[in-house]
């Protein structure tokens, strides 16, 4: 990746470059999270048990969330059922769904 010359960016082009790493950031812990989740599943299957049997928590999982927040990496949509307030927004603002996935 190329170096980028922040002092050169406009406020606008700073504002999408700081969402667009609020995006990253909130993927990439996620995406630590899942792994961690894996390798406590794996230790749980090499014990004899199941996750859901070693923490209490349901076999039922939720569906895995595809698109994040540009404005709040906290919010996360799945992509089935009503859209979000959010998810609206960013389409009105002139972002693809493409740009939101994690």
């Known amino acids: 990746m190329g170096a980028i010359d ?3 960016l406009s406020r606008e082009e700073l504002e ?3 969402t667009k790493i609020d995006v990253a950031l909130a993927a990439l812990e996620r995406r630590r999270r899942l792994d961690a989740l894996a390798d406590l599943a794996k ?3 090499e014990l004899g048990y199941t996750l ?3 923490t209490g928590v349901s076999k039922t999982q939720p569906r895995a969330n595809r698109y994040a927040n540009p404005a709040n990496p906290d919010e996360f949509w ?3 059922g ?3 307030r959010w998810f609206e927004q960013a389409m009105a603002a002139g ?3 493409e740009e939101l996935l994690i």
């Open 95 to 97: 972002w693809a769904p």
């Open 82 to 84: 009503r859209k979000p």
């Open 16 to 18: 999408e470059l700081q």
């Open 78 to 80: 799945c992509g089935r």
């Open 52 to 54: 859901g049997e070693v």
């Open 6 to 8: 922040i002092d050169a």
């Open 43 to 45: 230790r749980a299957r």
